[in-house]
Structures are given as C-alpha cells and as structure tokens.
Antibody, heavy 125, light 107 residues
Framework: QVQLVQSGAEVKKPGASVKVSCKAF????????VHWVRQAPGQGLEWMGI????????SYAQRLQDRVTMTRDTSTSTVYMELSSLRSEDTAVYYC??????????????????WGQGTLVTVSS | EIVMTQSPATLSVSPGERATLSCRAS??????LAWYQQKPGQAPRLLIY???TTATGIPARFSGSGSGTEFTLTISSLQSEDFAVYYC?????????FGQGTKVEIK
C-alpha cells in the first residue's frame, strides 16, 4: 500500500527553524517527485515546492525560496522540508504529496496522490 | 502564476441532490486539472485528474469535465459523506496553484 507518513507536530519560537520528515512506503522513492503543500488554519492550500528524490533537484515557490530547503535520504526513503526564520504566519499544517504519475511517465505534469497525513507546525513565543 | 477561481464559495445542498462546482483558470491549463476533497482534520484526497478521469476507489457519482480555462466537478447524488471542502488544482504550469475551495454543506 502506497503511503506517506510524516513526523509529529512541532511547536517553535519565532526565528527558529523546523524540519519535517515524510517517509515513503509501498513504492520506490526515486521513481516519483514529491511536493510540499501547507495550509494555514481555516485557509486554503499553498504549494511550497518540489523535490526530485532521484537526483535531489528542487524548485521552490518564489515567496518561500529564501527560507525553505527540501532534501532527501534515499537510504531511508525519506524526504525532508526545512523552513527557517519562522514567523507566526508560518503556523500551518504541512503536507507532503507524491506525484500521481511517475517521473518517467508524466515528466513535469502530474496530480498529487497520495498525501501524507499532515504535520502541524505552531509558531508562537 | 495561474490564478484558480472556484465558485461558489459555499454550496448548500440537500442529501440526494446534485451538486455542481465550478473552477476557472486565469489562462489555459489544457486538461491538467485535478479535484480534491478535504474533510476536517484530514489531508486532501484526490477525486479527479486529467480534468475528467476518476481516481481509483472514487464513487461513480463524482465526475469532472472541462478543458482550457473552465472546469466543473459534479456530484450526481450527494451522500452524507460528501459534505466537505473541494479544491481544484492546476498542474500545467509552475508554480502549482489551487483554487480557494468550495464548501459543500447540508441544506
């Protein structure tokens, strides 16, 4: 069964960094791109960026690119999203989501499926 | 970036009735459009991709149509478990963008 399992909730102070993990089960991590999406309380979905677990290449949303870093560890089938210089507006549920189609079958154009269960990151002094 | 606009923001429907949700893109996204369902406290779940292909395990009462800039999600006969928020998303261009969501509530 294909699934993504994320790390647990975090509470951070303003200015700190947070690193969220997303472990892949049921498929080969390097065969599919992985995205990160966040959702502030009561708000919609915001795409943060994408990582190619095969080569490690990344692309980030312009408004976050100075603060976000996505990495992967193929030995543990895990991708990571680190967000630095946290501010209260970063309080949100963070989701990882896999491309619904492999990187060889649908290069650059795929829907998101499945999604991780989400990780709540709270930024508060 | 491509702006996705969903309407209405809230749709009040009685169980058993038909629901029609709309999504408009600020420029053409071809058929690279997906629909997701999200219930409170849960991650989004894929319903439709390629504008009209129903995802695995999704009931036949869900259907999608459209191409270019105008898209529709139809729920033919609403069941109690269908009351949720629905998002459209384009995956034709970078950055990927979502609509603001349509909440389907019980009338």
């Amino acid at each position: 069964q294909v699934q993504l399992v994320q790390s647990g909730a975090e509470v951070k102070k303003p200015g700190a960094s947070v690193k969220v993990s997303c472990k892949a089960f049921g498929y080969t991590l390097t065969d599919y791109y992985v995205h990160w999406v966040r959702q502030a309380p009561g708000q919609g979905l915001e795409w943060m960026g994408i990582i190619n677990p095969s080569g490690g290449g990344t692309s980030y949303a312009q408004r976050l690119q100075d603060r976000v870093t996505m990495t992967r560890d193929t030995s543990t089938s895990t991708v990571y999203m680190e967000l630095s210089s946290l501010r209260s507006e970063d309080t949100a549920v963070y989701y990882c989501a896999r491309d619904g189609c492999s990187s060889t079958s649908c290069p650059g154009k795929a829907w998101f499926d499945p999604w991780g269960q989400g990780t709540l990151v709270t930024v508060s002094s | 970036e491509i702006v996705m606009t969903q309407s209405p923001a809230t749709l009040s429907v009685s169980p058993g009735e038909r629901a029609t949700l709309s999504c408009r893109a600020s420029q053409s996204v071809s058929s690279n459009l997906a629909w997701y369902q999200q219930k409170p406290g849960q991650a989004p779940r894929l319903l439709i991709y390629g504008a009209s292909t129903t995802a695995t395990g999704i009931p036949a009462r869900f259907s999608g149509s459209g191409s270019g800039t105008e898209f529709t999600l139809t729920i033919s006969s609403l069941q109690s478990e269908d009351f949720a928020v629905y998002y459209c998303q384009q995956y034709n261009n970078w950055p990927r963008t979502f609509g603001q969501g349509t909440k389907v509530e019980i009338k």
